[in-house]
Nanobody, 119 residues
């Protein structure tokens, strides 16, 4: 069994910063790609950032230059540093991690953490 626990969301003023964390635990053999998605009310879930096993990254156009994804393989944790936040960044943020267990290789999702950017 695998669990993903997210933390770091909250309320921040425009121009501010937040750092999200997502820690994986359980019967994990290997962790592959790790990613952050977000979903705003009335909108589809969208990719924010992705980081591969080798450290290559990919960002959604709306966050390039403002957000940075990183990972700590020793801690099975992925981070999202969010700077210069805008009201349109308001959403529930989810981590998604590709994990190998004894039973399967598959994608696991965190429970979501609310990020609200407002003055």
């Amino acid at each position: 069994q695998v669990q993903l626990v997210e933390s770091g969301g909250g309320l921040v003023q425009p121009g501010g910063s937040l750092r999200l964390s997502c820690a994986a635990s359980g019967s994990i053999l290997s962790i592959y790609a790790m990613a952050w998605y977000r979903q705003a009310p009335g909108k589809q879930r969208e990719l924010v950032a992705l980081i591969t096993t080798g450290g290559s990254t990919n960002y959604g156009d709306s966050v390039k230059g403002r957000f940075t994804i990183s990972r700590d393989n020793a801690k099975n944790t992925v981070y999202l540093q969010m700077n210069s936040l805008r009201p349109e960044d308001t959403a529930v943020y989810y981590c998604k991690v590709n994990i190998a267990t004894m039973q399967k290789i598959g994608d696991y999702w965190g429970q979501g953490t609310q990020v609200t950017v407002s003055s």
